[in-house]
């Protein structure tokens, strides 16, 4: 089944109305008291697009999709992008013993970034790929990994590399003040101060499909792949301040590794030693950085998060350039 956040639904219909933000919730709360609260708001977002005469889930010339608008549950999709990080190939043994192999990339277009999962033969074209190609990707499918839409590609898709004729314009990002963020915000970059570092933490993941494995006794079970060996991914927490505010920042894996200077391995070296994490905590204070990333809305806690998806240290000349020529 295809699903689309809610978030998704509102600017998608004030992108096609006159309505405003504000005015689209209004209809919304009408909507679940008019149905006496028999549908989420997902639901009720529906339906006022739809009265409204506004399609979700159109698609762009010849079934090709701009990245924003893949969805969960999508299949057949057909995207082209460019690759923005690549990540190790990883080799495992299935349930039945059988080899094999998944990797993957982070691909963007001018609308947004997604993560691109390859396996089997897919994986094999890893060694061929560098920052920069454009890629054009056939017969994918989308799935949801711990909040985040991915779009993965088996054997019986198609990766082709440089496709003649197909450019991909860079995602502009918008640089904000921590103030100025809000829920909708997929694509903006911060720059401010690290002020306090949380530890690490570590959980376990399944080697396959990077999911978040559950412990059941002395075993570790994934929901696609039943009982596993699991890997150990790590997320760090730190709180940023540019001065107008301060925000809680999110670097999951690769973005940790980005933050910190430290490879894989020397990241979960921490994971044995503790300790030796608390000094460099302490080093990270007072460092200023550049954050590429999106907001989060952390409904538990009712604050918005910032999910870091690239890490840079702050270059003084072009903060001034910057500044200047705003």
């Known amino acids: 089944m295809i699903k689309m956040p809610l978030s998704d639904i509102i600017i998608k219909v004030k992108e096609k109305s006159d309505l405003s933000e504000e005015e689209i919730n209004k209809r919304i709360d009408e909507k679940l008291d008019q149905l006496s609260g028999l549908i989420s708001r997902e639901g009720a977002a529906h339906i006022i697009a739809n009265e409204l005469g506004i399609n979700l889930f159109e698609q762009g010339?010849?079934?090709?999709?701009?990245?924003k608008n893949i969805l969960e549950g999508m299949r057949d999709v057909e995207v082209v992008g460019k690759v923005q990080q690549i990540f190790n190939l990883t080799e495992f043994q299935r349930k039945d013993g059988?080899?094999?192999k998944v990797a993957s990339l982070v691909v963007g277009d001018e609308t947004a970034s997604m993560r691109l999962v390859l396996w089997g033969s897919q994986a094999d074209l890893l060694p061929k790929l560098k920052q920069g190609d454009v890629i054009k990707i056939l017969g994918a499918y989308v799935k949801n990994n711990q909040g985040r839409k991915e779009v993965h590609l088996g054997d019986r898709g198609k990766l082709?590399?440089?496709?003649?004729?197909?450019?991909?314009?860079?995602?502009?990002?918008?640089?904000?003040?921590i103030h100025d963020l809000n829920e909708q915000?997929?694509?903006a970059e911060i720059a401010g101060t690290i002020v306090q570092v949380f530890d690490l933490r570590f959980f376990e993941v399944c080697p396959q499909c990077k999911k978040r494995a559950k412990q059941d006794g002395n075993s570790f079970i994934c929901s696609e792949h039943n009982v596993i060996n699991p890997i150990h991914s790590y997320v760090l927490t730190t709180f940023l301040d540019d001065g107008t505010d301060n925000i809680r920042a999110i670097f999951f894996g690769n973005q940790t590794e980005q933050l910190l200077k430290k490879s894989k391995e020397e990241v979960l070296q921490f994971r044995e030693d503790p300790q030796k994490f608390?000094?460099?905590k302490n080093d990270l204070l007072g460092n200023q950085v550049k954050v590429n990333g999106r907001v989060n809305k952390n409904?538990?806690?009712?604050?918005?998060e910032f999910i870091a998806n690239k890490v840079e240290e702050i270059n003084p000349q072009e903060e001034i350039q910057r500044i200047q020529n705003s």
């Open 278 to 280: 608390s000094i460099l």
């Open 299 to 304: 409904d538990m806690f009712n604050r918005l």
């Open 61 to 67: 010339v010849s079934g090709k999709l701009q990245i």
């Open 185 to 187: 915000d997929s694509a």
């Open 160 to 177: 082709v590399i440089n496709p003649e004729g197909i450019t991909v314009e860079d995602r502009k990002i918008e640089r904000k003040n």
């Open 98 to 100: 059988t080899p094999g």
